[in-house]
């Protein structure tokens, strides 16, 4: 089979390999990937950004969407033609997130999605719903999941979103996007920041309700405060990092919460934080790392409910998967980036 894998880092040394198919075991599924779609993380992966102690050679990818083809013994929870994701983590399956639960991310701690077949426990994937295609179903394991966690749970206990309430965005990248469409569903009010006036047009189709362009005001946690009649968002999905975090200090309402995922800006700033805003407003700051399996099942009725289709930017063939991560590291992308492996 093919696969594509890095034995050293840097995305010139992302290359195409031939690999033995999996051999099915007790308890596992033979997955043939259709579609594979890609986060910030597999580029930083890929660059030796994430972690520069990563085991080589390693196949790459956490998203990826296929058709069950073969199980082991013992297998019951899925069988042979089931449209199925692997989870972001394969051994988070429900409750609060522990150090043993967060081993075995795909794509990182294990080889990932970036092939033509892949061997997952049977508990490491759940059926994506109906309506959607295989190139749209890649794109919920990772992104979608982290929108879902960062709105309806928040940390540990769940602090769910409330309609009332006003959520800001970041960006229209895989996660804002996904946000923005489940802030929606529960009748939010969303605000969210561009660079790009046509990005942001796009948005407002999809119910954004004001939005910002950065570059025209760099101090945009004041145009969050103006739109807030003052009261700034009270949930702030942070996907930007080092660079953008005391501004989304500064964004967020009394008792608001900070939803912190990315670190699109970078993980550390040369510039000094200021933390009193957390003090003064008793802010929440909360990491938000995926989700597990139980929430990505939760999200997926949700998502057949409301027949939602994630956005997908552009789709590269199995061949082009390098094309696809520089588009990824270009930032031009509004929504997700896909990668087809297989013909659906």
């Given at each position: 089979m ?26 596992m ?12 993380r ?35 929870q899925v ?87 006003t ?28 660079s ?37 968002a ?15 200090l ?5 008792e ?40 990505f ?17 552009k ?28 013909a659906?």
């Amino acid at each position: 089979m093919r696969v594509f894998q890095m034995t050293q880092f840097g995305l010139e040394h992302l290359k195409s390999a031939e690999q033995p198919e999996p051999v099915v075991t007790p308890g596992m599924v033979l997955i043939r990937v259709h579609a594979v779609s890609l986060n910030y993380r597999d580029l930083l992966v890929v660059k030796g950004q994430y972690n520069p102690k990563m085991q080589l050679p390693r196949i790459p990818c956490s998203d990826g969407a296929g058709e069950v083809v073969a199980v082991g013994d013992g297998v019951g929870q899925v069988k042979v033609g089931d449209r199925v994701c692997g989870i972001f983590m394969q051994r988070w399956l429900d409750g609060p997130l522990t150090a043993e639960k967060s081993k075995a991310a795909l794509g990182g701690d294990v080889d990932g999605m970036l092939a033509e077949y892949v061997l997952l426990s049977e508990d490491g994937v759940v059926r994506f719903p109906e309506h959607l295609s295989y190139e749209e179903a890649a794109t919920l394991p990772c992104a979608g999941v982290t929108a879902w966690n960062a709105l309806h749970y928040g940390g540990n206990p769940a602090r769910p979103l409330h309609p009332d309430e006003t959520v800001l965005i970041q960006g229209t990248g895989g996660v804002s996007i996904f946000a923005l469409q489940f802030a929606k569903l529960l009748g939010a009010r969303v605000i969210g920041t561009s660079s790009s006036e046509e990005k942001l047009a796009r948005a407002y189709s999809m119910g954004l309700n004001t939005g910002c362009n950065y570059r025209e005001r760099p101090e945009w946690s004041r145009w969050v405060t103006e739109v807030t009649d003052g009261l700034g968002a009270d949930r702030i999905i942070e996907v930007g990092g080092a660079g953008t975090f005391g501004q989304s200090l500064r964004a967020a309402r009394v008792e608001g919460m900070v939803a912190q995922i990315g670190v699109l800006s970078g993980a550390t700033s040369p510039e000094p934080l200021a933390l009193t805003p957390i003090l003064h407003k008793q802010l929440r700051v909360q990491g938000i790392y995926v989700g597990s399996r139980a929430m990505f099942e939760q999200m997926n009725v949700a998502i057949a409910e409301a027949q939602l289709h994630p956005v997908v930017d552009k789709a590269f063939a199995f061949e082009q998967a390098r094309d696809a991560f520089s588009h990824m590291q270009s930032a031009a992308h509004f929504g997700k980036i896909v990668i087809r492996v297989a013909a659906a």
